[in-house]
């Protein structure tokens, strides 16, 4: 029943609109990664101001998290999806035209970097919501598998095309490049509805809403324990992004077409992953184990620039983010089906926090590429994440029991 229900889900015009739209948006957040991480290893030649420009894109999204959550519980979310965009492509096409004009520094990256980021945190906990409006609970993982397929071919477009642009037009141009993803992303929910949204709009403050979601996460210690896995494998499994900079440059030698091509394998690695998400709900023993997998793919990653050069790099890649696309998929799921409706945006909020600690690890991960290599920052943090992984699987044994 699996093909035939994710192909059902597209009989939906909403869905089919949000399809689109995270599309359009993936090609600008990835396009994005590697034109920032390029820009910035070209501006201070430093794989640890790498990780700082990569952790301001993720720095906001720790504070907003939350009071975004709180926010999509209240409006529209489709609207807020089209503004977050729209913001996005401003702070894109900004820094384009600064680098084309040859003024650009690095605290033009950081600041407009960290712009962005805020804003990405409203659109991230808003789309989680949507996504439960468009096709509900029975169908949310499946719903989520097809639109994290999306995102992945997004960001395959985003990652090849904007290494090349970097290649033969340089950063400005790729810059511009991202703000039109940006902007074809917002596009498609011009025409959408606000979908199914039982609960009724929450009453009193933003700060009332806030408040309410830190009660139902001290009062339910699944919430908390599903972020605290959840920031483990951002900070340590997903912040081996910030490497791959230096990983094509200094190591494989590949330059910024190298670059897109590894970004593009972490795409091609998320589709394969995604493409093989059972259609259950997906259990907590389950997600447990693919973060062990996934951090053990990370030293895996660690040795095969010295074995097997640049193609079995790539390959690698793309069982590191198969891993990857399944945690997050998990993590997106579980926390959606275990808060109660009216908590619905404030639990993709949730998982935004979670996400927000991702500073924490790409300026570890920097640090250790700086002191010690590419290949020492890679399998240490691998080897915390499987004993994170297996940390939470014996002391919160409820868990496995989702």
């Known amino acids: 029943m699996g093909p035939i229900l994710r192909l059902a889900l597209f009989r939906l015009p909403d869905f089919r609109r949000l399809a689109a739209s995270i599309l359009g948006n993936s090609v600008g957040m990835m396009g994005e990664t590697v034109v920032l991480g390029w820009l910035t290893l070209e501006l201070t030649n430093s794989p640890f101001l790498v990780g700082v420009a990569m952790g301001m894109r993720a720095l906001p999204l720790f504070f907003v998290g939350v009071p975004a959550g709180a926010l999509a519980d209240r409006f529209p979310r489709h609207r807020l999806l089209m503004v977050t965009g729209a913001g996005q492509a401003l702070t894109a096409s900004t820094l384009g035209v600064l680098t084309l004009v040859g003024v650009v520094s690095l605290t033009h990256v950081l600041l407009l970097t960290l712009a962005a980021g805020t804003l990405r945190g409203l659109e991230h906990a808003a789309r989680q919501g949507y996504t439960h409006d468009v096709v509900g609970g029975a169908a949310l993982v499946p719903g989520m598998a097809v639109l994290g397929v999306a995102m992945r071919a997004g960001w395959l477009v985003g990652s090849l095309g904007v290494g090349a642009i970097i290649a033969r037009y340089g950063s400005g141009a790729a810059y511009l490049a991202v703000a039109t993803g940006f902007l074809a992303g917002a596009l498609p929910l011009l025409v959408a509805s606000s979908g199914e949204r039982p609960a ?29 896995i959840t920031a483990g494998a951002e900070m340590l499994g997903f912040s081996h992004q910030v490497l791959l900079p230096s990983l094509a440059r200094d190591v494989l030698r590949a330059g910024p077409e190298g670059l897109g091509a590894l970004n593009a394998a972490r795409s091609i690695g998320g589709i394969v992953g995604l493409a093989a998400a059972s259609t259950r709900r997906g259990g907590g023993a389950f997600f447990v184990g693919v973060v062990v997998a996934f951090g053990a793919s990370l030293i895996v990653l660690a040795l095969a620039p010295h074995v097997v050069g640049f193609a079995g790099v790539v390959a690698v890649l793309v069982v590191v983010n198969a891993m990857g696309a399944l945690a ?57 994440l499987v004993a994170l992984a297996g940390a939470t699987a014996l002391l919160f044994p409820r868990v496995r029991r989702l």
């Open 200 to 228: 009724p709009p929450p009453s009193g403050s933003l700060w009332q809403g806030v408040v309410d979601f830190a009660a139902a996460t001290r009062n339910d210690g699944t919430l908390f324990v599903l972020m605290l």
């Open 328 to 384: 997050d998929l998990l993590a997106q799921s579980l926390l959606q089906l275990s808060a109660p409706a009216h908590l619905r945006g404030r639990a993709g909020g949730a998982w935004v926090v979670a996400i927000g600690l991702a500073p924490l690890g790409q300026l570890q991960i920097g640090a250790l590429a700086s002191l010690f290599g590419v290949s020492v920052a890679f399998g240490t943090s691998g080897l915390a």
